[in-house]
């Protein structure tokens, strides 16, 4: 770890705290700096490695592409007198403001390549492969359920398991990013009589849920398409009555990178062990993991079931 001096001179250089503000709030890859910035790629690489080095950022791998984000214990953590300089310093950079409409832009991008990617399967879902969806694990998941309730399904899709649960529950909101799947699942809805099952255009990290209004939030094989899978659990944790549970369905981790093309997959699974760790820093209490199901056909795709409770 450096020292808050050796910190202070590397922190003197504009570039390098334009890349803190801007990576502090989200994992970017070189590319997406770059369209950010307008630098070279050598200059930013530069940068990110003595950022690095100095314990600010963290990368991953992901697919094709290294994404730079915040340490899990970087050094304004250790140092708060660090933090409160990166975070005023965005008033004195002329440039701070720019970038974080920039990244706006960026981040719609990558939100338009997956919708895309979903607009195109609307109503093709029962006749398409899709991995971890599967009727075994959607059982263990409708076993857990009590009704009568209000359900969120994030990430509901056109709406097959919505409307399932529609028919038992008090009231059923279905939440998806994609126009052609929420206008599907609306007429889907509508044709089959449904009356309290309420599609809504939104994005599963800031559902458009009144806060403390939902007995059971639902994320059936959603997660992985979350930019921010911590966001969208601490948002289901908002809009939960206390008491109130959250349920997740995804795939196990695994190493089939091509998901990322064929099905737009932003993360490959989680370990019950991430899963957990996810639920317990969103102040989820009862937090319980269980691998519920597994492909037979290569690559033998596994299904995790988390459940917690919103103390």
């Known amino acids: 770890m450096s020292s808050i001096v050796k910190s202070l001179r590397l922190l003197a250089d504009p570039t390098r705290l334009r890349l803190l503000l801007l990576l502090h709030t989200q994992e970017l890859s070189v590319a997406e700096i770059q369209e950010i910035l307008g630098m070279g790629q050598s200059r930013i690489s530069s940068h990110l490695a003595q950022l690095k080095r100095a314990g600010f950022l963290a990368d991953r791998r992901a697919g094709k592409n290294i994404l730079y984000g915040p340490a899990r214990e970087d050094t304004t ?31 719609k991008k990558r939100s338009d390549r997956a919708r895309t990617y979903f607009d195109q399967l609307a109503g093709k879902f029962g006749r398409s492969y899709c991995p971890g969806r599967s009727w075994e694990a959607l059982a263990h998941m409708l076993l857990t359920l009590v009704p009568p309730m209000v359900v969120a399904d994030l990430g509901a899709g056109e709406g097959t398991l ?144 988390a459940t917690a409770a919103k103390g």
């Open 77 to 107: 953590a250790a140092h708060p007198q660090l933090r409160d300089l990166v975070k005023a310093s965005a008033r004195e950079i002329p440039e701070a403001a720019t970038d974080q409409s920039a990244l706006k832009l960026v981040l």
């Open 162 to 305: 919505s409307q399932l649960l529609a028919r038992r529950a008090k009231r059923v909101i279905a939440i998806d990013s994609s126009e052609n799947m929420v206008a599907y699942g609306r007429d889907l809805a509508k044709s089959q009589g449904f009356t309290n099952l309420d599609f809504r255009l939104g994005d599963i990290e800031d559902p458009p849920i009144k806060a403390g209004t939902v007995d059971l939030a639902l994320l059936s094989q959603a997660l992985h398409h979350a930019a921010s899978p911590d966001r969208a659990i601490a948002a289901a944790h908002r809009i939960l009555a206390p008491g109130g549970r959250l349920i997740i369905l995804d795939l196990l981790a695994h190493n089939f990178e091509q998901a990322r093309e064929l099905y737009a997959d932003l993360w490959l699974g989680f370990t019950e062990g991430e899963l957990t760790r996810l639920l317990t820093a969103a102040r989820f209490k009862d937090v319980q993991t269980s691998v519920v199901s597994r492909e037979a056909k290569s690559p033998h795709f596994q299904t995790v079931l």
